[in-house]
């Protein structure tokens, strides 16, 4: 950032500041390429953590938005939105909120988890982040995290020097028959016949990917459970992914707002709920108790517990991946 460009920055602040009489806070870092970093502004602190720097187009990124604030200062997350600087948003997941006991007091703690799938291969940038808070009628700000690059390749080979071949354009290189010439009668109820045709499969087509993309979820959210098998002793990012991927699966086939609901509410609710019943409700506020008793009140879990919970909320998701989307039942 050059000399004159801070000149102006200060400038302007100090004229937004004099002019309205409030206290404006405003973090603003240099775009990093790091998959992990920290911001502060005023009374909180926002951490933006991505689980890698770079993936492939089958697989998806997650992105973890954790941001802790001093007791009783408003804090508003970012609006959650299709597209998240050119990947597609899959889920965004807020943790319930937590208030965490430290040496000057308490602290919300706010955690948001995104989960993102890329399209097609290239750089892309995840986007800065705007975390808004208000601590007073006077005071308030803005944290702003930094872009960070990510980089998506393809599943296809990359051929290097005298390997490279063009693509071969197939049977197009043939000689080009010209169409027979019809009546403009003809032609209007071929095109007719042709848009009925599209409407009808595109919409069978429409909702057996949609079927499809539900089943694939649960899927990948089976393999990222069963990948914890091998984790050992659980850490935060442990802890916090299998709580979240019971939560995303149950939101998936049974409740849709299992992913905010608190554990007592969301028990309650598939308690009452015929598809998945009063046994398991419980079974999966234990599994839930423990897992937020361990990543948010500091309650030590052993490798032994942890394993448990693993194979539990594995074969729940199994269940769950048996069971018709939501989409499905509404139909």
């Keep these: 950032m050059s000399k004159r460009w801070?000149?102006?920055?200060?400038?302007?602040?100090?004229?937004?500041?004099?002019?309205?009489?409030?206290?404006?806070?405003?973090?603003?870092?240099?775009?990093?390429?790091?998959?992990?970093?920290?911001?502060?502004?005023?009374?909180?602190?926002a951490s933006l953590k991505l689980d890698r720097?770079?993936?492939?187009?089958?697989?998806?990124?997650?992105?973890?938005?954790?941001?802790?604030?001093?007791?009783?200062?408003?804090?508003s997350l970012p609006p959650v939105e299709a597209k998240l600087g050119g990947f597609t948003v899959i889920s965004a997941v807020n943790e319930p909120l937590r208030t965490v006991a430290t040496g000057e007091g308490e602290e919300?703690?706010?955690?948001?988890?995104?989960?993102?799938?890329?399209?097609?291969?290239?750089?892309?940038?995840?986007?800065?982040?705007e975390?808004?808070?208000?601590?007073?009628?006077a005071e308030s700000g803005v944290a702003r995290?930094?872009?960070?690059?990510?980089?998506?390749?393809?599943?296809?080979?990359?051929?290097?020097?005298?390997?490279?071949?063009?693509?071969?354009?197939?049977?197009?290189?043939?000689?080009?028959?010209?169409?027979?010439?019809?009546g403009a009668g003809a032609i209007w109820?071929?095109?007719?016949?042709?848009?009925?045709?599209?409407?009808?499969?595109?919409?069978?087509?429409?909702?057996?990917s949609r079927r499809r993309q539900s089943a694939d979820r649960i899927a990948k959210l089976l393999g990222r459970v069963q990948s914890l098998r091998q984790a050992g002793a659980p850490n935060a990012d442990s802890l916090h992914e299998l709580a979240g991927a019971l939560?995303?699966?149950?939101?998936?086939?049974?409740?849709?707002?299992?992913?905010?609901?608190?554990?007592?509410?969301?028990?309650?609710?598939?308690?009452?709920?015929?598809?998945?019943?009063?046994a398991e409700a419980r079974r999966v506020g234990e599994v839930l108790g423990a897992l937020d008793a361990a990543r948010f009140g500091g309650m030590p879990m052993p490798a032994s517990e942890f394993g448990r919970h693993v194979e539990t909320v594995a074969a729940m998701l199994t269940k769950l991946g048996a069971m018709?989307?939501?989409?499905?039942?509404?139909?």
């Design 6 to 45: 801070k000149s102006r920055a200060c400038l302007i602040v100090t004229a937004l500041v004099i002019a309205s009489g409030e206290t404006i806070c405003i973090a603003v870092p240099a775009i990093q390429a790091a998959p992990e970093q920290t911001v502060s502004a005023g009374p909180i602190e």
């Design 53 to 75: 720097a770079s993936l492939n187009v089958a697989e998806s990124l997650m992105a973890t938005l954790t941001v802790k604030a001093a007791s009783g200062v408003r804090v």
């Design 108 to 129: 919300q703690l706010i955690v948001r988890r995104y989960t993102l799938e890329p399209f097609l291969p290239g750089d892309y940038n995840f986007p800065a982040l």
């Design 131 to 137: 975390i808004r808070w208000q601590k007073s009628a």
């Design 145 to 182: 995290t930094a872009e960070v690059k990510v980089v998506v390749d393809s599943l296809l080979p990359k051929q290097t020097g005298a390997e490279a071949k063009p693509l071969d354009p197939g049977t197009i290189r043939e000689a080009y028959t010209p169409p027979v010439e019809r």
């Design 189 to 208: 109820v071929g095109i007719a016949i042709g848009f009925g045709a599209a409407v009808v499969a595109g919409a069978g087509i429409w909702a057996s």
């Design 247 to 278: 939560r995303e699966a149950l939101a998936n086939r049974v409740d849709p707002r299992a992913t905010t609901a608190d554990t007592g509410e969301l028990v309650e609710r598939l308690g009452s709920t015929a598809a998945w019943g009063d």
């Design 324 to 331: 018709p989307s939501q989409l499905e039942v509404r139909r």
